[in-house]
């Protein structure tokens, strides 16, 4: 299974951890990338039962929803199906 950052018009509604409390917003799909790419992911099971939701955790600062990619499909050609 396959997991990708969910974004709606190249917008990532986030999450970002501030003290004791949590605060949401959106920023950019290429900004969410370059976070990832530059900081350390890392697991935070209490944001993800508290959300009910996969959220990919990095620096233990920022969390970014994640959605399942369906699966490609492979056509199966005529010779091999014999």
Do not use: W
Not at 39 to 56: I, P, S, Y
């Amino acid at each position: 299974m396959d997991m990708k950052i969910k974004a709606k018009d190249n917008k990532v509604t986030f999450v970002m951890r501030t003290g004791k409390h949590f605060v949401q917003n959106t920023m950019p799909l290429s900004s969410a990338e370059q976070i990832i790419k530059s900081g350390k992911v890392v697991k935070d099971e209490q944001v993800a039962a508290l959300c009910n939701a996969m959220f990919r955790c990095v620096d233990d600062k920022y969390f970014f929803p994640l959605e399942e990619v369906p699966a490609k499909k492979t056509k199966v050609k005529k010779e091999d199906a014999e």
